[in-house]
C-alpha cells in the first residue's frame, strides 16, 4: 500500500492498487480516497476495476483509461481471482452512486475544456484539472461521498 501510495504521483493508476489493499486491511476511508484518487486520473479504468461496464472510448484520454483498466485488471488477476467479488461489492456502489457519477462527468468536461485551451494561452481548466487529479481532493470528496454510502443499500461497511 505505501509502495503504491509513493509512486502514484507519477504513475496515479497506482491508487487503485492502494485502494485494493487499504480495503484488505479494513481501511475504508482511506480505500475510497484511494480509489478516487484513480479515478479521478482514469474515469474508465475505475468503472473496469469495480466489474462495470466501462463506455466505449472515444477520445485519447479515454482510450488511455481503458488501457490502464484493462492492465490493471490483468495484473490483479490473482487477488480478484481469490478476494474480487468482495472489493467489487465494496467499490460497485460506489462506481455507481450518483455522486460518482457528477464527479466522473466534471472530469471529462475539465478535460474537454483543458483541451478547447491548448489553442490559448488559457490554463483555468489545467489549473482546476490538476486540483481534481490529486490525492487530496480525492481525500476530500471521500469523506462527501463515504458518508452518502448507506450500510443496507450498498456494500459499504464499517468505520475504517
Same mark, same amino acid.
Given at each position: 500500500?505505501?509502495?503504491?501510495?509513493?509512486?502514484? #504521483?507519477?504513475?496515479?493508476?497506482?491508487?487503485?492498487?492502494?485502494?485494493?489493499?487499504?480495503?484488505?486491511?479494513?481501511?475504508?476511508?482511506?480505500?475510497?480516497?484511494?480509489?478516487?484518487? /484513480?479515478?479521478? #486520473?482514469?474515469? /474508465?479504468?475505475? $468503472?473496469?476495476?469495480?466489474?462495470?461496464?466501462?463506455?466505449?472510448?472515444?477520445?485519447?484520454?479515454?482510450?488511455?483509461?481503458?488501457?490502464?483498466?484493462?492492465?490493471?485488471?490483468? #495484473?490483479?488477476? %490473482?487477488?480478484?481471482?481469490?478476494?474480487?467479488?468482495?472489493?467489487?461489492?465494496?467499490?460497485? %456502489?460506489?462506481?455507481?452512486?450518483?455522486?460518482? /457519477?457528477?464527479?466522473?462527468?466534471?472530469?471529462?468536461?475539465?478535460?474537454?475544456?483543458?483541451? $478547447?485551451?491548448?489553442?490559448? #494561452?488559457?490554463?483555468?481548466?489545467?489549473?482546476?484539472?490538476?486540483?481534481?487529479?490529486?490525492?487530496?481532493?480525492?481525500?476530500?470528496?471521500?469523506?462527501?461521498?463515504?458518508?452518502?454510502?448507506? %450500510?443496507?443499500?450498498?456494500?459499504? $461497511? /464499517?468505520?475504517?
Amino acid at each position: 500500500m505505501r509502495a503504491a501510495r509513493y509512486v502514484r #504521483n507519477l504513475w496515479p493508476e497506482m491508487s487503485f492498487v492502494a485502494a485494493m489493499a487499504s480495503f484488505e486491511i479494513g481501511r475504508k476511508q482511506e480505500s475510497i480516497a484511494d480509489f478516487l484518487h /484513480g479515478a479521478c #486520473n482514469h474515469p /474508465g479504468a475505475a $468503472q473496469l476495476i469495480a466489474g462495470r461496464r466501462a463506455k466505449a472510448p472515444r477520445t485519447g484520454d479515454e482510450a488511455r483509461d481503458h488501457r490502464v483498466g484493462a492492465a490493471l485488471l490483468q #495484473n490483479l488477476t %490473482p487477488y480478484l481471482a481469490r478476494r474480487g467479488s468482495r472489493a467489487r461489492r465494496f467499490f460497485g %456502489p460506489l462506481t455507481a452512486h450518483p455522486r460518482f /457519477g457528477a464527479l466522473m462527468r466534471e472530469i471529462d468536461e475539465t478535460r474537454n475544456r483543458r483541451d $478547447q485551451e491548448r489553442r490559448t #494561452n488559457a490554463r483555468v481548466a489545467w489549473d482546476l484539472l490538476r486540483r481534481m487529479e490529486s490525492p487530496e481532493f480525492a481525500a476530500e470528496r471521500a469523506a462527501e461521498i463515504r458518508h452518502l454510502l448507506r %450500510p443496507g443499500k450498498t456494500a459499504y $461497511q /464499517g468505520h475504517g
